[in-house]
């Protein structure tokens, strides 16, 4: 009863404090019309994953540490397996979108309801005046942890492809500029393969 009570304290320790940064995270954040990686963003993306990962540390600590049960035990590691399942999508997820992501910088014009997107590596800029095709991915099911991680590829007129992920904005924000008869979307039933 005592190892319960200790992973119970734990556990809510970890919650509350994750919560108060989220918190604090949101007080302190400001709008914004230049778009790169940010701490905020990426924390809200993964804040549900992380308090995964947070609650499966003591119940990992319990199965090594402690004499238990088999009863127990065969709970422990069903509840870890399906918390790691529900988590490392996304943390899969957020790697993949981190490494399209890390060279652009999205710069939004609401005035003139238009962007740029520059590329900081090519020291180059696309115009929204100069995309073609518009396609907006997206997964299937809204109700998962990876749900939130989708993105635009945006066709442009000499060919070059420029793919925008949901780490560096909402992306509504950007396809709200555009006619909607020119943006496809596509739906994925597993995003995070």
């Not at 992973?7 to 604090?24: E, P």
């Not at 990992?60 to 509840?79: G, Q, R």
């Not at 981190?98 to 910088?105: A, G, I």
């Not at 780490?167 to 597993?190: A, E, Y």
């Amino acid at each position: 009863m005592a190892l319960y009570l200790k992973l119970i304290k734990t556990l809510a320790i970890l919650v509350g404090g994750l919560y108060a940064l989220r918190f604090f995270i949101g007080l302190f954040s400001r709008r914004q019309s230049t778009f790169t990686l940010d701490f905020h963003r990426q924390f809200s993306l993964l804040f549900w994953s992380i308090l995964c990962l947070l609650v499966i540390i003591p119940l990992l600590s319990a199965l090594i540490t402690s004499t238990l049960l088999p009863l127990e035990l065969i709970f422990l590691v069903i509840a870890s397996t399906l918390l790691l399942s529900f988590s490392l999508p996304s943390f899969f997820l957020h790697i993949q979108y981190w490494r399209q992501s890390q060279h652009l910088l999205v710069e939004v014009d609401k005035r003139n309801e238009s962007f740029k997107i520059y590329n900081l590596t090519h020291k180059h800029f696309y115009a929204k005046e100069k995309i073609i095709h518009t396609t907006y991915t997206r997964c299937r099911s809204k109700q998962y942890f990876w749900s939130k991680y989708e993105y635009v590829t945006f066709e442009m007129i000499n060919g070059d492809k420029i793919k925008v992920t949901s780490l560096l904005l909402s992306l509504d924000q950007l396809t709200r500029f555009l006619p909607s008869n020119s943006i496809r979307t596509q739906n994925k039933i597993i995003c995070w393969l």
